[in-house]
């Protein structure tokens, strides 16, 4: 099945931007739906950003909005999180998923 390698996660101090990439063993990822999805200590994991297999659709919940963005480049079987304006509660593992595939998750810690 596909695997699925997130990267891009760290730390950034408060108002900063980072952007994740997760990038999938081969092309059956591109007509698949990605989301990101990220989990804080202590907490559930929770749904941030979605896309349609075409790109032309995107999901996003009310605590990110305006924040972060969603793309993906067919051609390196990649998937994009952009995050900006981070604050300290966007501190989580971020994890990329298709279906019942996930990633191994990437770190990120919004911190002065």
């Known amino acids: 099945q596909v695997q699925l390698v997130e990267s891009g996660g760290g730390l950034v101090q408060p108002g900063g931007s980072l952007r994740l990439s997760c990038t999938a063993s081969d092309g059956s990822f591109n007509v698949a739906i990605v989301s990101w999805f990220r989990q804080a200590p202590g907490k559930q994991r929770e749904l941030v950003a979605r896309i349609s297999s075409s790109g032309l659709t995107t999901t996003y919940p009310d605590p990110v909005k305006g924040r972060f963005t969603i793309s993906r480049d067919m051609a390196k079987n990649t998937v994009y999180l952009q995050m900006n304006s981070l604050s300290p509660e966007d501190t989580a593992v971020y994890y990329c998923?298709?279906?019942?595939?996930w990633g191994q998750g990437t770190q990120v810690i919004v911190s002065s």
């Open positions: 998923n298709v279906l019942t595939i």
